[in-house]
Nanobody
Framework: QVQLAESGGGSVQAGGSLRLSCAAT????????MAWFRQGPGKEREGLAV????????FYDDSVKGRFTISQDNAKNTVDLQMNSLKPEDTAMYFC???????????????????WGRGTQVTVSS
């Protein structure tokens, strides 16, 4: 099994930056894809960025493309999300998720992910 734990959330003013980190423990060799999602107040959870762990290939939702960067640190078993030019509408609970097993897909659909962290809050003030 894999366990995920997010960190790095906090409060920032619009235009600022935050870096989120997702630490993976357990059977990390079984992870094929990892992604970041967020869920704002009264909104559905949405996918932001995904990384294919075995080839370092990334894909972004249009809402964050050019502002957010997903990356992996194999030595630390972490996947980070660098968030720049933050806007008040970026305020949300941010979750990392993993696809584990023998198959996977480069997807931002939450239904594809079988392992989730508990989330970290990001608040952007105007």
């Amino acid at each position: 099994q894999v366990q995920l734990a997010e960190s790095g959330g906090g409060s920032v003013q619009a235009g600022g930056s935050l870096r989120l980190s997702c630490a993976a423990t357990g059977n990390t060799d079984s992870i094929n894809f990892m992604a970041w999602f967020r869920q704002g107040p009264g909104k559905e959870r949405e996918g932001l960025a995904v990384i294919y762990m075995r080839a370092d290939i990334t894909f972004y939702d249009d809402s964050v493309k050019g502002r957010f960067t997903i990356s992996q640190d194999n030595a630390k078993n972490t996947v980070d999300l660098q968030m720049n030019s933050l806007k008040p509408e970026d305020t949300a609970m941010y979750f990392c998720a993993a696809q584990t097993g023998t198959t996977g897909t480069m997807s931002l659909s939450l239904n594809e992910y079988n392992t989730w962290g508990r989330g970290t809050q990001v608040t952007v003030s105007s």
